[in-house]
T-cell receptor, first 111, second 116 residues
């Protein structure tokens, strides 16, 4: 079993809808959580970075962490066709440790 | 805006040949990572440097892969000899890694390797 699980999708939504993405993890040692967006044939782009349980907002993006359930989420409001990409969750156990990634969820926002 | 630079962007090589990738991290970033990403999967760590020292190379196939970061700045990843199964995207990332609040990592655009 992988340490970080993520539904591969694809997740197809109409333009303007809310996109809801999530990851579950098995090791409670993970302390820092990130969401990356990756367009085809490009490197991952950091979207959100969180440390504590709770919500963090940045524009149309909201990241949610529930350490007690070992569950993290990313919500994208007012989705646009340009949001069509693969979204990767990643987490770190401590400063200076490696990032462990989920397998990514492919999202398609249809005009 | 500071970014992680990687070259080349694309590389096609024949199996059994040698290939090398280069990465220049964001200035001042102590931690440098090399990840391999197979199409449709998440990136997996090959090697992690803290300054010039290797801190994790447990998943690096050391019979054919090598990595160095001689002056603690830029880094080179080499494969010799390349095999068909090495075809993937090779991603470099860097992180400031000072204290609790600087663990986020920034990625370059990657090198897409095709072994024929």
């Amino acid at each position: 079993q992988k340490e970080v699980e993520q539904d591969p999708g694809p997740l197809s939504v109409p333009e303007g809808a809310i996109v809801s993405l999530n990851c579950t993890y098995s090791n409670s040692a993970f302390q820092y959580f990130m969401w990356y967006r990756q367009y085809s044939r490009k490197g991952p782009e950091l979207l959100m970075y969180t440390y504590s349980s709770g919500n963090k907002e940045d524009g149309r993006f909201t990241a949610q962490v529930d350490k007690s359930s070992k569950y993290i989420s990313l919500f994208i409001r007012d989705s646009q066709p340009s949001d069509s990409a693969t979204y990767l969750c990643a987490m770190i156990k401590a400063a200076g440790n490696k990032l462990t990634f989920g397998g990514g969820t492919r999202v398609l926002v249809k005009p | 805006e500071a970014e992680v630079a990687q070259s080349p962007r694309y590389k096609i090589t024949e199996k059994s040949q040698a290939v090398a990738f280069w990465c220049d991290p964001i200035s001042g970033h102590a931690t440098l990572y090399w990840y391999r990403q197979i199409l449709g999967q998440g990136p997996e760590l090959l090697v992690q440097f803290q300054d010039e020292s290797v801190v994790d190379d447990s998943q690096l196939p050391k019979d054919r892969f090598s990595a160095e970061r001689l002056k603690g700045v830029d880094s080179t990843l080499k494969i010799q000899p390349a095999e068909l199964g090495d075809s993937a995207m090779y991603l470099c990332a860097s992180s400031l890694s000072q204290g609790l609040l600087n663990t986020e990592a920034f990625f370059g655009q990657g090198t897409r390797l095709t072994v024929v």
